[in-house]
Protein backbone atom coordinates (compact mmCIF):
# COMPACT_ATOMS: atom_id res chain seq x y z
CA UNK A 1 0.00 0.00 0.00
CA UNK A 2 2.79 2.38 0.48
CA UNK A 3 4.50 1.56 -2.36
CA UNK A 4 1.32 3.05 -4.69
CA UNK A 5 1.21 6.66 -1.91
CA UNK A 6 2.73 9.21 -3.63
CA UNK A 7 5.27 11.19 -1.50
CA UNK A 8 3.16 14.63 -1.07
CA UNK A 9 0.60 12.29 -0.04
CA UNK A 10 -1.86 12.93 -2.55
CA UNK A 11 -2.09 9.12 -3.10
CA UNK A 12 -3.93 8.87 0.65
CA UNK A 13 -6.23 11.43 -0.22
CA UNK A 14 -7.47 9.74 -3.33
CA UNK A 15 -7.74 6.78 -1.31
CA UNK A 16 -9.80 8.38 1.27
CA UNK A 17 -12.19 9.86 -1.61
CA UNK A 18 -12.42 7.05 -3.20
CA UNK A 19 -13.59 5.19 0.20
CA UNK A 20 -16.11 7.91 0.01
CA UNK A 21 -17.49 7.71 -3.05
CA UNK A 22 -17.66 3.97 -2.41
CA UNK A 23 -19.93 4.23 0.43
CA UNK A 24 -22.02 6.25 -1.51
CA UNK A 25 -22.30 4.11 -4.20
CA UNK A 26 -23.12 1.09 -1.99
CA UNK A 27 -26.00 3.29 -0.23
CA UNK A 28 -27.47 4.45 -3.47
CA UNK A 29 -27.26 0.75 -4.96
CA UNK A 30 -30.30 -0.87 -3.56
CA UNK A 31 -32.53 2.09 -4.54
CA UNK A 32 -30.47 1.92 -7.62
CA UNK A 33 -31.73 -1.90 -8.53
CA UNK A 34 -35.08 -1.31 -7.31
CA UNK A 35 -35.47 1.42 -9.83
CA UNK A 36 -33.97 -0.53 -12.46
CA UNK A 37 -36.38 -3.74 -11.60
CA UNK A 38 -39.21 -2.42 -11.07
CA UNK A 39 -39.25 0.86 -12.62
CA UNK A 40 -37.44 0.73 -16.16
CA UNK A 41 -37.82 -2.85 -17.36
CA UNK A 42 -41.25 -2.33 -17.15
CA UNK A 43 -41.34 0.22 -19.17
CA UNK A 44 -39.25 -1.33 -22.11
CA UNK A 45 -41.78 -4.41 -21.42
CA UNK A 46 -44.83 -1.94 -21.97
CA UNK A 47 -43.22 -0.35 -24.92
CA UNK A 48 -42.44 -3.65 -26.50
CA UNK A 49 -46.41 -4.63 -26.36
CA UNK A 50 -47.10 -1.33 -27.47
CA UNK A 51 -46.04 -2.50 -31.01
CA UNK A 52 -48.38 -5.55 -30.60
CA UNK A 53 -51.55 -6.82 -30.68
CA UNK A 54 -52.09 -8.55 -27.57
CA UNK A 55 -54.62 -10.15 -24.94
CA UNK A 56 -52.56 -11.43 -22.21
CA UNK A 57 -53.20 -14.93 -23.45
CA UNK A 58 -52.19 -15.00 -26.94
CA UNK A 59 -48.47 -14.79 -28.76
CA UNK A 60 -48.11 -10.80 -29.12
CA UNK A 61 -48.48 -10.05 -32.57
CA UNK A 62 -46.52 -7.03 -34.69
CA UNK A 63 -48.49 -4.59 -35.56
CA UNK A 64 -46.03 -1.59 -35.96
CA UNK A 65 -47.45 1.92 -34.84
CA UNK A 66 -51.15 0.95 -35.03
CA UNK A 67 -51.91 1.24 -31.77
CA UNK A 68 -50.22 4.75 -31.94
CA UNK A 69 -51.86 5.59 -35.19
CA UNK A 70 -55.63 4.57 -33.20
CA UNK A 71 -54.73 6.41 -29.83
CA UNK A 72 -54.58 10.11 -31.54
CA UNK A 73 -57.28 9.18 -33.25
CA UNK A 74 -58.86 7.80 -30.35
CA UNK A 75 -61.43 10.69 -28.84
CA UNK A 76 -62.70 8.91 -25.69
CA UNK A 77 -58.83 9.11 -24.94
CA UNK A 78 -57.90 12.29 -25.68
CA UNK A 79 -61.02 13.60 -23.46
CA UNK A 80 -59.47 11.97 -20.52
CA UNK A 81 -56.10 13.55 -21.12
CA UNK A 82 -58.55 17.08 -21.28
CA UNK A 83 -59.96 15.92 -17.92
CA UNK A 84 -55.95 14.76 -16.27
CA UNK A 85 -55.67 18.54 -17.47
CA UNK A 86 -58.30 19.84 -15.30
CA UNK A 87 -57.58 18.33 -12.54
CA UNK A 88 -53.80 19.06 -12.91
CA UNK A 89 -54.46 22.55 -12.65
CA UNK A 90 -57.36 22.97 -10.17
CA UNK A 91 -56.06 20.73 -7.63
CA UNK A 92 -52.94 22.25 -7.11
CA UNK A 93 -53.68 26.12 -8.08
CA UNK A 94 -56.27 25.18 -4.52
CA UNK A 95 -54.33 22.92 -2.40
CA UNK A 96 -51.48 24.83 -2.17
CA UNK A 97 -52.46 27.81 -1.15
CA UNK A 98 -54.69 27.01 1.26
CA UNK A 99 -52.30 25.06 2.71
CA UNK A 100 -50.15 27.30 3.45
CA UNK A 101 -52.57 29.59 5.12
CA UNK A 102 -53.23 26.52 7.51
CA UNK A 103 -49.71 26.39 7.78
CA UNK A 104 -49.25 29.69 8.71
CA UNK A 105 -52.12 29.99 11.04
CA UNK A 106 -51.24 26.52 13.07
CA UNK A 107 -47.63 28.07 13.20
CA UNK A 108 -48.71 31.38 15.27
CA UNK A 109 -49.51 31.13 18.92
CA UNK A 110 -53.06 29.80 18.88
CA UNK A 111 -54.70 27.23 21.18
CA UNK A 112 -55.22 23.38 20.27
CA UNK A 113 -52.59 24.06 16.86
CA UNK A 114 -51.39 20.42 17.45
CA UNK A 115 -54.73 19.11 17.66
CA UNK A 116 -55.26 21.13 14.15
CA UNK A 117 -51.86 19.66 12.75
CA UNK A 118 -53.03 16.03 13.78
CA UNK A 119 -56.47 16.32 12.62
CA UNK A 120 -55.46 18.03 9.02
CA UNK A 121 -52.93 15.56 8.55
CA UNK A 122 -54.80 12.45 9.61
CA UNK A 123 -56.41 11.63 6.21
CA UNK A 124 -52.97 10.66 4.37
CA UNK A 125 -52.71 7.72 6.99
CA UNK A 126 -55.86 6.36 5.64
CA UNK A 127 -56.55 4.58 2.16
CA UNK A 128 -57.69 7.19 -0.38
CA UNK A 129 -59.72 4.36 -2.27
CA UNK A 130 -61.60 3.70 1.67
CA UNK A 131 -62.11 7.35 1.61
CA UNK A 132 -62.98 8.01 -1.81
CA UNK A 133 -65.94 5.27 -0.93
CA UNK A 134 -66.93 7.40 2.20
CA UNK A 135 -67.26 10.17 0.09
CA UNK A 136 -69.20 8.88 -2.64
CA UNK A 137 -72.09 7.56 -0.02
CA UNK A 138 -71.82 11.22 1.40
CA UNK A 139 -72.98 12.14 -2.09
CA UNK A 140 -75.03 9.41 -3.17
CA UNK A 141 -78.59 10.58 -4.74
CA UNK A 142 -80.62 8.00 -2.04
CA UNK A 143 -79.36 8.25 1.91
CA UNK A 144 -76.65 10.44 1.08
CA UNK A 145 -75.56 12.91 3.76
CA UNK A 146 -75.14 15.59 1.33
CA UNK A 147 -78.48 15.40 0.03
CA UNK A 148 -79.89 14.98 3.97
CA UNK A 149 -78.25 18.34 5.47
CA UNK A 150 -79.84 19.76 2.54
CA UNK A 151 -83.47 18.78 3.34
CA UNK A 152 -82.71 19.82 6.75
CA UNK A 153 -82.11 22.97 5.86
CA UNK A 154 -85.21 23.25 3.46
CA UNK A 155 -82.60 23.88 0.81
CA UNK A 156 -84.06 21.43 -1.72
CA UNK A 157 -87.24 19.28 -1.52
CA UNK A 158 -85.76 16.58 -4.05
CA UNK A 159 -82.90 14.66 -3.88
CA UNK A 160 -79.95 15.84 -6.00
CA UNK A 161 -77.81 13.44 -8.24
CA UNK A 162 -74.61 14.87 -7.18
CA UNK A 163 -72.71 12.97 -10.32
CA UNK A 164 -75.06 13.06 -13.17
CA UNK A 165 -73.67 16.81 -14.24
CA UNK A 166 -70.16 16.43 -15.37
CA UNK A 167 -68.77 19.65 -13.59
CA UNK A 168 -70.42 19.00 -9.64
CA UNK A 169 -69.10 15.51 -10.31
CA UNK A 170 -65.50 17.03 -11.15
CA UNK A 171 -65.99 19.82 -8.34
CA UNK A 172 -66.51 16.99 -6.11
CA UNK A 173 -63.72 15.37 -7.04
CA UNK A 174 -61.73 18.24 -6.53
CA UNK A 175 -62.92 19.05 -2.74
CA UNK A 176 -62.17 15.16 -2.09
CA UNK A 177 -58.50 15.90 -3.38
CA UNK A 178 -58.33 19.20 -1.12
CA UNK A 179 -59.89 17.61 1.94
CA UNK A 180 -57.53 14.18 1.49
CA UNK A 181 -54.37 15.69 0.30
CA UNK A 182 -53.88 19.53 2.37
CA UNK A 183 -52.72 17.85 5.22
CA UNK A 184 -49.61 16.55 3.59
CA UNK A 185 -48.42 19.86 1.86
CA UNK A 186 -49.42 21.50 5.00
CA UNK A 187 -47.00 19.67 7.38
CA UNK A 188 -44.32 20.52 4.21
CA UNK A 189 -44.80 24.18 4.68
CA UNK A 190 -44.99 23.82 8.79
CA UNK A 191 -41.73 22.38 8.69
CA UNK A 192 -40.33 25.27 6.12
CA UNK A 193 -41.45 28.06 8.59
CA UNK A 194 -40.23 27.04 11.56
CA UNK A 195 -37.22 27.41 10.13
CA UNK A 196 -37.15 30.34 9.14
CA UNK A 197 -35.20 32.76 11.06
CA UNK A 198 -37.14 34.94 13.79
CA UNK A 199 -34.24 38.02 13.76
CA UNK A 200 -36.15 38.86 10.51
CA UNK A 201 -39.29 38.93 11.68
CA UNK A 202 -38.04 41.01 14.57
CA UNK A 203 -36.35 43.43 12.24
CA UNK A 204 -39.19 43.80 10.40
CA UNK A 205 -42.03 44.17 13.52
CA UNK A 206 -39.02 46.99 14.75
CA UNK A 207 -39.39 48.84 11.43
CA UNK A 208 -43.31 48.51 11.34
CA UNK A 209 -43.87 46.08 9.03
CA UNK A 210 -47.71 44.65 9.36
CA UNK A 211 -48.53 41.09 9.18
CA UNK A 212 -49.65 41.70 5.50
CA UNK A 213 -46.30 42.85 4.21
CA UNK A 214 -44.36 40.70 6.58
CA UNK A 215 -45.93 37.91 5.02
CA UNK A 216 -45.86 39.17 1.24
CA UNK A 217 -42.27 40.37 1.65
CA UNK A 218 -40.35 37.88 3.63
CA UNK A 219 -42.37 35.33 4.51
CA UNK A 220 -43.05 34.08 0.85
CA UNK A 221 -39.89 34.55 -0.68
CA UNK A 222 -38.06 32.76 1.61
CA UNK A 223 -40.20 30.05 0.67
CA UNK A 224 -39.46 29.83 -3.24
CA UNK A 225 -37.78 26.86 -3.70
CA UNK A 226 -40.45 25.03 -1.38
CA UNK A 227 -42.81 26.11 -3.20
CA UNK A 228 -41.28 25.03 -6.23
CA UNK A 229 -41.20 21.29 -5.21
CA UNK A 230 -44.66 21.54 -3.88
CA UNK A 231 -46.30 22.48 -6.67
CA UNK A 232 -44.49 20.19 -9.03
CA UNK A 233 -45.69 17.28 -6.21
CA UNK A 234 -48.94 18.15 -6.36
CA UNK A 235 -49.35 18.72 -9.96
CA UNK A 236 -48.00 15.48 -10.89
CA UNK A 237 -49.77 13.57 -7.85
CA UNK A 238 -52.86 15.53 -9.76
CA UNK A 239 -52.06 13.85 -13.28
CA UNK A 240 -51.62 10.48 -11.36
CA UNK A 241 -54.99 10.08 -9.76
CA UNK A 242 -56.67 6.63 -10.30
CA UNK A 243 -57.93 5.08 -7.23
CA UNK A 244 -60.20 8.15 -5.46
CA UNK A 245 -61.38 8.83 -8.94
CA UNK A 246 -62.30 5.32 -9.39
CA UNK A 247 -64.24 5.00 -5.94
CA UNK A 248 -66.22 8.25 -6.22
CA UNK A 249 -67.42 8.57 -10.23
CA UNK A 250 -65.41 6.02 -11.80
CA UNK A 251 -65.91 7.95 -14.64
CA UNK A 252 -69.45 8.91 -14.32
CA UNK A 253 -71.43 10.51 -16.17
CA UNK A 254 -70.78 9.00 -19.04
CA UNK A 255 -66.91 8.81 -18.83
CA UNK A 256 -66.63 12.97 -18.51
CA UNK A 257 -64.66 12.54 -15.35
CA UNK A 258 -62.60 9.81 -16.51
CA UNK A 259 -58.48 10.44 -16.20
CA UNK A 260 -55.60 8.60 -18.18
CA UNK A 261 -54.81 6.22 -15.68
CA UNK A 262 -58.40 4.89 -15.54
CA UNK A 263 -58.53 4.59 -19.17
CA UNK A 264 -55.29 2.69 -19.50
CA UNK A 265 -56.52 0.45 -16.33
CA UNK A 266 -60.10 -0.18 -18.54
CA UNK A 267 -58.10 -1.24 -21.70
CA UNK A 268 -55.49 -3.42 -19.71
CA UNK A 269 -58.43 -5.07 -17.52
CA UNK A 270 -61.56 -4.79 -18.72
CA UNK A 271 -61.27 -4.87 -22.01
CA UNK A 272 -61.65 -1.44 -22.56
CA UNK A 273 -66.09 -1.20 -22.88
CA UNK A 274 -68.31 -1.11 -25.96
CA UNK A 275 -69.51 -4.90 -24.87
CA UNK A 276 -65.46 -6.07 -25.40
CA UNK A 277 -64.55 -8.59 -22.52
CA UNK A 278 -61.15 -9.14 -23.86
CA UNK A 279 -58.10 -7.05 -22.31
CA UNK A 280 -56.48 -5.39 -25.32
CA UNK A 281 -53.15 -5.19 -23.40
CA UNK A 282 -51.44 -4.12 -26.66
CA UNK A 283 -53.40 -0.54 -27.37
CA UNK A 284 -53.38 -0.37 -23.32
CA UNK A 285 -49.85 -0.31 -23.91
CA UNK A 286 -49.54 2.07 -25.93
CA UNK A 287 -51.67 4.77 -24.40
CA UNK A 288 -49.86 4.17 -21.06
CA UNK A 289 -46.77 5.14 -23.13
CA UNK A 290 -48.29 8.37 -24.54
CA UNK A 291 -49.90 9.27 -21.11
CA UNK A 292 -45.80 8.77 -19.48
CA UNK A 293 -44.76 11.48 -22.04
CA UNK A 294 -47.72 13.71 -21.76
CA UNK A 295 -46.75 13.79 -17.58
CA UNK A 296 -43.05 14.18 -18.18
CA UNK A 297 -43.66 16.99 -20.69
CA UNK A 298 -45.48 18.47 -18.09
CA UNK A 299 -43.09 17.80 -15.83
CA UNK A 300 -40.44 19.13 -17.57
CA UNK A 301 -42.28 22.33 -19.02
CA UNK A 302 -42.48 23.11 -15.27
CA UNK A 303 -38.74 22.83 -14.01
CA UNK A 304 -37.61 24.89 -17.64
CA UNK A 305 -40.10 27.40 -16.01
CA UNK A 306 -39.11 28.01 -13.05
CA UNK A 307 -35.49 27.26 -13.99
CA UNK A 308 -36.06 30.38 -16.19
CA UNK A 309 -37.91 32.07 -13.55
CA UNK A 310 -34.72 31.74 -10.91
CA UNK A 311 -32.73 32.84 -13.51
CA UNK A 312 -34.52 36.75 -14.63
CA UNK A 313 -34.68 36.94 -11.10
CA UNK A 314 -31.17 36.09 -9.71
CA UNK A 315 -32.72 33.54 -7.42
Not at 275 to 288: K, L, N, T, W
Given at each position: MNKLMKPDGSGSAASKVSKTHLGDYLMIAPTGVLFIVFGFLPILYILGYSFTEYNGFSDPKWVGLLNYWRCFQDIGWWQTVINTVEFGLLIPLLQIPLALVIAVILNGKIRGKNFFRVTYFLPNITSSAVMGIIFYFMFATDNGIAN??????????????WFSNEWVAKWIIVLFRLWFGIGFYMVLFLAALQRLPLDIYES???????????????????????????????ILDAMKLFDSI??????????????????????????????????????????????????????????????????????
Open positions: AILKTLHLISANIDAQIDGANTFVTFTKITLPMLGDLFKVITALSKAITNGAPAGKTEVMTMYIYRYFFEGGGGGSVVAQEGYASAVSIIATIIVAAVALLYMNFTKNEADETGG
